[in-house]
C-alpha cells in the first residue's frame, strides 16, 4: 500500500529555509515520479514541482532558482529544499506519487497523496 508522509514544515521568515521530506513506504520510488503541491487559502492547489524516475525535473515558474527537488532512493524519500522563501510561499505543501514515472511528471495525474505539510512565511 502506497503510503507518503510529508514533514519538515513550519515558520519561516522571509528570506528563510526550510526542507520539505517526503517519506514513501509501501512501494520502492526509484521507479515513480514524485511532486511536490501547494494549496494557499482560498487558492486552487498548484504543482510547485516534480521529479520522474529519469531524474528530471520541473518547477513552476513561481520558484525556480529557489526551490530544489531530490530523491534518495535508498532512504525512499523526497526533499524539497525551499530558499528565500515569500511571504506567497506560505502553504499546506503536499507530496504525490504516481507509477507512471517515466512520464513528463508535470502532467501525470496523481493518485496516491500524503496528509500535507504546512508552510507559514512571515516576519
Known amino acids: 500500500q502506497v503510503h507518503l508522509v510529508e514533514s519538515g514544515g513550519g515558520l519561516a521568515q522571509p528570506g528563510g529555509s526550510l526542507r520539505l521530506s517526503c517519506a514513501a513506504s509501501g512501494f520502492s520510488l526509484d521507479y515513480y515520479a514524485i511532486a511536490w503541491f501547494r494549496q494557499a487559502p482560498g487558492k486552487e492547489r498548484e504543482i510547485v514541482s516534480c521529479?520522474?524516475?529519469?531524474?528530471?525535473?520541473y518547477y513552476v515558474d513561481s520558484v525556480k532558482g529557489r526551490f530544489a527537488i531530490s530523491r534518495d532512493n535508498a532512504e525512499n524519500t523526497v526533499y524539497l529544499q525551499v530558499n528565500s522563501l515569500k511571504p506567497e510561499d506560505t502553504a499546506v505543501y503536499y507530496c504525490?506519487?504516481?507509477?507512471?514515472?517515466?512520464?513528463?511528471?508535470?502532467?501525470?495525474?496523481?493518485?496516491?497523496w500524503g496528509q500535507g505539510t504546512q508552510v507559514t512565511v512571515s516576519s
Open positions: 504525490a506519487t504516481d507509477e507512471r514515472g517515466g512520464s513528463a511528471c508535470e502532467w501525470i495525474p496523481y493518485e496516491n
Open positions: 521529479i520522474n524516475s529519469a531524474d528530471a525535473t
